[in-house]
Structure formats: structure tokens, C-alpha cells
């Protein structure tokens, strides 16, 4: 799966919204662009994922440019619940590879 | 409806002693994987089972590490003569079929002593 490269970590005040950005470059043109949050002391727990076009749910938008190169997840109201490392990952459609590869992650602070 | 459960939550163990950790996946979930987590480190994927396949063991660090999956549900994480390095969150997830959302667990917390 290709790399995404995202910021080390982010502050937001809460009840405002959040955009967390994510690069990835080298995405292949089968490549899904998935979001996952691990909040402390929990597992991972899926967020949001697209392909071409923005998509919204119930947690969150996801905004993919044009390109693809690029996204950026936006929680629109943060609350102190939403302090997590949130993951930008890469997951292809095809190949062997079944696992999530997780980078680093950007870890969100929600100020009261 | 019930999600991944892992047990035990936490376990300290001495080194050089066998550890087991238990998932249990969510009811229908043909896929399932372990991870591991070391403190302040990214998750690490150890192994893949999918159905009746031949599971992808591709991220066991040595083979002191095993897993099975019984029956397409259960699965057990075997740590052989525990080291220290060893000492990590290992978290299971399962998804309905390969590539689909994967949901986690709540991870157990092993410390080797």
C-alpha cells in the first residue's frame, strides 16, 4: 500500500470544527483512502473512507482533491471525546496485502 | 450488536513463560487479524486469517509466536518463552470479508516481567 504523510499532531478548541489534512502522492488509482481513530487506551475504530468523491457520515466528511494526492478529514464539531491519533491509511483493492498498514498518525487535542 | 471481544484485558507473566491471548470476533466476520502495539509505537500487523484459507503469517516477529482460528470464529495468540520486547498491546480486529471495515477490540495489555 502507498505512504500517506501526515502532521505529527493538531489542537482544535472544542465545538469548533477540525480539518486534518493527509498526503498521499503516490495513491494508485484503485487505492481507498480510509480514516481510522484510536483514542486512548481503546482499539482503532474506523472513522470514514472514500475513493474519488466527498463523503459524509454520522462521525465525519472526508474531502479528497481532485488528484486524489491529498485529503482531508473534518470533524465539524470537536468535542473533548474526539481527542484521538487519527490514521490516514491507503488500502488497495487488489494484491495480497489484507492488513492495514497504520502510520503514525496525527494526534488531535481538544481544548475546553 | 456484540463487537470484538479479547481476553485477558491484561496479563503479566514472567519472562521465558507461555502466554495465550483469545479473540473472539464478531458473529459472521470471515476475516480476522492480530496487531500489536508497543508503547508510543504504531500498530504492527502479525497475522491474517481468512476463512478456510491458509492464514498470511507474514508479520510474526519469531517463531515463538502462533496463532489458530478454530472453526472460523475464535482465535488464540500463543506466545512462546515470553521476552521482554514482547511487552505490547496486541489487538485483534475482524471484518466481514477481506478488505471490508476492520472493527478492533478493546486489546490486551501484556507486560513481561
Redesign the interface.
Known amino acids: 500500500d502507498a505512504k500517506t504523510t501526515q502532521p505529527n499532531s493538531m489542537e482544535s478548541n472544542e465545538e469548533e470544527p477540525v480539518h486534518l489534512p493527509c498526503n498521499h502522492s503516490t495513491i494508485s488509482g484503485t487505492d481507498y483512502i480510509h480514516w481510522y481513530r484510536q483514542l486512548p487506551s ?5 472513522v470514514i ?1 472514500g475513493l474519488t468523491s466527498n463523503v459524509n457520515n454520522r462521525m465525519a466528511s472526508l474531502a479528497i482533491a481532485e488528484d486524489r494526492k491529498s485529503s482531508t478529514l473534518i470533524l465539524h464539531r470537536a468535542t473533548l471525546r474526539d481527542a484521538a491519533v487519527y490514521y490516514c491509511i491507503l ?1 488497495g ?1 487488489s494484491g ?1 496485502a ?8 496525527t494526534q488531535l487535542t481538544v481544548l475546553p | 450488536g456484540a463487537g470484538v471481544s479479547q481476553s485477558p484485558s491484561n496479563k503479566v507473566t514472567e519472562k521465558g513463560k507461555d502466554v495465550e491471548l483469545r479473540c473472539d470476533p464478531i458473529s459472521g466476520h470471515t476475516a480476522l487479524y492480530w496487531y500489536r502495539q508497543s508503547l508510543g509505537q504504531g500498530l504492527e500487523f502479525l497475522i491474517y486469517f481468512q476463512g478456510n484459507s491458509a492464514p498470511d503469517k507474514s508479520g510474526l516477529p519469531s517463531d515463538r509466536f502462533s496463532a489458530e482460528r478454530t472453526g472460523g470464529s475464535v482465535s488464540t495468540l500463543t506466545i512462546q518463552r515470553t521476552q521482554q520486547e514482547d511487552s505490547a498491546v496486541y489487538l485483534c480486529a475482524s471484518s466481514l470479508e477481506s478488505r471490508e471495515t476492520q472493527y478492533f477490540g478493546p486489546g490486551t495489555r501484556l507486560l513481561v516481567l
Not at chain 1, 489484507?98 to 498518525?105: A, E, I, P, V, Y
Open positions: 481503546q482499539g482503532p475504530e474506523y473512507h488500502r483493492s495480497s489484507r492488513q492495514l498498514t497504520f502510520g503514525s498518525g
